[in-house]
Nanobody
Framework: VQLQASGGGLVQAGGSLRLSCVASERTFSTLTMGWFRQAPGKERAFVAA????????AYADSVKGRFTISRDAARKTVYLQMNSLKPEDTAVYYC????????????????WGQGTQVTVSS
């Protein structure tokens, strides 16, 4: 599975961004999709995940109520809508795919995109 993430950029605190991740795989609808992020000097951390059919989601506590994950099967794309951004959201954001149900651990994802930089200024 090849994953291509995009949509990052520079935004002021309180602003919004929407990340996209397009999958090459025709079996996209059978995969759980997730977003992780990695800030400088820190481990890659779970952000959000969405189940195969989109009916189940999971979020890190730090983004609950601000970020929304969604997916479009026809476009083979998963989105991460990020609102009320904070400087501590600054990181490289990665999308990933998994054959498990709503995993939150990095090692439970099999394929990864290349990452997109999100920078939130104060």
């Amino acid at each position: 599975v090849q994953l291509q993430a995009s949509g990052g950029g520079l935004v002021q605190a309180g602003g919004s961004l929407r990340l996209s991740c397009v999958a090459s795989e025709r079996t996209f609808s059978t995969l759980t999709m997730g977003w992780f992020r990695q800030a400088p000097g820190k481990e890659r951390a779970f952000v959000a995940a969405i189940s195969r059919g989109g009916g189940g989601t999971a979020y890190a506590d730090s983004v609950k109520g601000r970020f929304t994950i969604s997916r479009d099967a026809a476009r083979k794309t998963v989105y991460l809508q990020m609102n009320s951004l904070k400087p501590e959201d600054t990181a490289v954001y990665y999308c990933a795919s998994s054959n498990r149900f709503l995993p939150t651990q990095r090692e439970q994802y099999e394929f990864w995109g290349q990452g997109t930089q999100v920078t939130v200024s104060s």
